[in-house]
C-alpha cells in the first residue's frame, strides 16, 4: 500500500516557505517552477519537492542572482544529470560574485565603523565642552 504524499494548499505553501502566493504563481507562470499539481477544481496542490524548490530559489534571489539565471538553472536542473557541470558551473560564478560582494560589504562595513568612533568621539568633545563650571559660593 502507498502512502499518498502530503501537498499543500497555495496558503500553506506560502506560510512554509515565506513567500506569498502571489510569488508563487509568478514563479509558476515564468517557468522557474514546473506546473503545480492541480485538484478538480483547479486549486494547486504544492508538494514537498515543490516547497524544497521555492527554498533554494527564495535563496538564490536573497543571494541576489538574477532571475534569468535561476531561470537557466531550473532549465538544466529538469534537463537531468547531462546538465550537471553547466550547473556547477552557473552555481560557481554566483558564489564568486557573492565572495566579492561579501568583501566589498567588509569593507563599507569598516568604513562605517570608522566614521561612528569618529562621531562618538566629537559627542564626548562636545558633552564636554558643555559642561559649565560651577559659580563659586559668593558670601555677601
Known amino acids: 500500500m502507498r502512502l499518498m504524499e502530503r501537498t499543500y494548499t497555495i496558503k500553506e505553501a506560502a ?20 506546473p503545480i499539481q492541480r485538484e478538480a477544481s483547479g486549486r494547486r496542490r504544492y508538494r ?5 524548490a521555492v527554498s533554494f530559489l527564495t535563496m538564490l ?3 541576489g542572482m538574477p ?3 535561476m531561470l537557466t538553472f531550473m532549465t538544466l536542473t529538469r534537463a537531468g ?15 564568486v ?9 567588509d569593507g ?3 568604513r562605517l565603523a570608522h566614521k561612528i568612533a569618529w562621531y562618538r568621539e566629537r559627542e ?17
Open 81 to 95: 544529470d547531462e546538465t550537471l557541470g553547466e550547473r556547477t558551473a552557473l552555481l560557481g560564478h554566483h558564489q
Open 124 to 140: 564626548r568633545e562636545f558633552a564636554a565642552s558643555q559642561q559649565k563650571e560651577p559659580e563659586p559660593d559668593v558670601v555677601a
Open 15 to 34: 506560510e512554509q516557505t515565506g513567500v506569498s502566493a502571489h510569488t508563487l504563481r509568478y514563479y509558476e507562470r515564468i517557468g522557474l517552477l514546473e
Open 48 to 52: 514537498d519537492g515543490d516547497l524544497e
Open 61 to 63: 534571489r536573497a543571494t
Open 97 to 105: 560574485e557573492l565572495q566579492a560582494r561579501l568583501e566589498e560589504l
Open 108 to 110: 563599507h562595513m569598516e
Open 67 to 69: 532571475i534569468r539565471s
